[in-house]
């Protein structure tokens, strides 16, 4: 194999490097389809180790003939996955969005492999080849451990004080009107943002729909304590994201990745006269490592949160004045 690949990297340095290139993110694309489309995993093998492999593999393959610096190593890596975050856009495969969601740990990783491969060059040489196959081969393997992976339901609470009674409150919370547009960053780039919330019948049994410009979350009520709590179950959800991207991408993350499982809203009378409103979403995501992209899903969700948390205390204070 060793000797294989010697001959298809030629000794001009320009060439071999641009060949290396090439090689390297063929390869990441094939385990990157396969993660994605055949084991239906984004996890730790698409994360982790295919950034990793960017940096490794392109920095061994231009090394194996005449070794490498580690400014190379750096060069070689970063331009690599560039390249293959290119592809990922031109090939429809992701859009800006997630790319950008993912870019820090993708620079960090790369930039790991970069000096692991450099590493592999300059210590065990001779055995180069037989590590980056080793490599290759451990990402599908990983993806498919992954499957077994049970996901944590997680939950994420946003609160807001508002001078009304718990009773005026309740009224704004069982549905509400079209919000203004948003002034946010995230939702005029994207990410799914509340337009209303309907409600169909009362107490429990009752199906509430809260629009978003994807869609509408279906929400049927289990828990109806006016004017304590209510709480619901979500039974269909619309898409989290509108991708950026040259094509009308439907990216598999966009389908039963990000799930939303249940959400209340808690009233709690305060002694001043005005009510504490809780809202709750409990969520889980298949995408690995959670620890990082739950940094991001708990973020846009106290976002979302807060702009229907807003929108209730402007119209119930609102509300409030007018009887005064």
Known sequence: MRQFIDNILPDDDRKRKWISIAVTVFIA???TYLSIYKLKQYG?????????FLGAGSTILYGLKKGITKKQALQIGFLTLGIFTASLLVFAIE?????????????????????????IIN???????????IFIAIIPLMAFAEKDIKPVLTPVVTSIEINAPAQTVWKNVIEFSELDKPTEFIFKIGIAYPIN????????????????????FVEPITVWDEPRLLKFDVIEQPAPMKELSFWDIDAPHLHDYFVSKQGQFQLIPLANGKTLLEGTTWYYHNIKPAFYWQLWSNGIIHKIHQRVLM????NAENTKSKTI
């Open 197 to 216: 919330a309907k409600i169909d019948g009362t107490g429990v049994g009752a199906i509430r729909h809260c629009n978003f410009t994807t869609g509408s």
């Open 311 to 314: 929108h209730i205390k402007t």
């Open 44 to 52: 730790i093998a698409l994360f982790i180790l295919i950034p990793l």
């Open 29 to 31: 694309g094939v385990l």
């Open 95 to 119: 859009g800006v969005i997630c790319l950008a969601m993912a870019a820090p740990f993708g620079l960090l990783l790369t930039l790991l492999g970069s000096f692991l491969g450099y590493a």
């Open 123 to 133: 210590k065990i040489g001779k055995n180069a080849v037989q590590m980056m196959l």
